[in-house]
């Protein structure tokens, strides 16, 4: 049976508030983007589905969660790689892939599609979106600084088109002003996100033993913005 994905303002504009008194409180993100993304969760299901990188990585039931998760094995693979950028970045960070299924796990007491419960690929293809988002950081170059999320989740709307993630960056962009640092760089990662490949269908698994560099020319994304981070109160501190 399909899931009801009726919009909830008011669900999201309260996930809204918290998550701007907490930023580091993450499942009121996915709280945010559950509300109001509407059918748009279904129809990029379609389209990766109907996408040949989508229907092969759906045909051999790959969990891109696995991989990320073993650390060991990111850490493997060949410096200067994005494996080993991606192993890092969470070391860096203190995170894990089981922590962003925890918080996706804590938003909506469930698995991290909100598409069809009845369908296997669907859910899928939803866990696979949300392992992307720490895939994105990094290929990307956004820290997981306050600027640097924001950045990304700008990035991510013309990627997917889902207006829950699209409110989280028009809230940022509209406190912090579109010519103040930050509503600069936000516009600059909407438009990295537009000229792009599109990243979602990715053989991310062929990818993540390749130079980092080359995984940025083949996809388009160009160099890494320059940029200065604002960390969150429970962000660990920058390597001095």
């Known amino acids: 049976m399909a899931t009801r994905n009726r919009i909830r303002i008011g669900e999201a504009r309260r996930a809204m508030r918290k998550l701007l008194a907490n930023p580091d409180d993450t499942a009121q993100a996915f709280r945010v983007i559950a509300a109001l993304s509407g059918g748009s969760g279904g129809r990029l299901f379609q389209r990766f589905r109907q ?35 991606i192993a890092e970045f969470y070391d860096g960070e203190q995170l894990s892939a089981q922590g962003l299924a925890d918080a996706s796990q804590a938003a909506f007491g469930g698995a991290g599609s909100r598409i069809d419960d ?8 939803g866990t696979r979106l949300r392992d992307l988002h720490d895939v994105f ?40 002003g579109p ?34 560099e080359s995984v940025r020319e083949q996809l388009g994304l160009g160099a890494p913005p320059a940029y200065e981070q604002v960390r969150s109160a429970g962000a660990p501190p920058l390597p001095s």
């Not at 009845?118 to 899928?124: G, H, I, R, V, Y």
């Open 179 to 212: 010519r103040s640092p930050l509503g600069q760089l936000i516009r600059q990662a909407f438009g990295r996100g537009r000229r792009s490949a599109w990243l979602v269908d990715q053989d991310w698994e062929s990818l993540l033993p390749k130079p980092i």
């Open 118 to 125: 009845s369908d296997p690929d669907a859910e899928l293809f």
């Open 51 to 85: 996408s040949p990188g989508g229907a092969k990585i759906l045909a051999e039931k790959r969990h891109l969660f696995d991989v990320l998760n073993d650390v060991e094995g990111l850490r493997a693979m060949p410096a200067g790689s994005l494996g080993a950028a």
């Open 137 to 176: 950081h990094v290929v990307t170059g956004y820290g997981r600084d306050l600027r640097g999320e924001a950045a990304v989740l700008a990035f991510t709307v013309p990627q997917t088109r889902n207006p829950g993630i699209a409110y989280l960056v028009l809230t940022v962009l509209r406190r912090a």
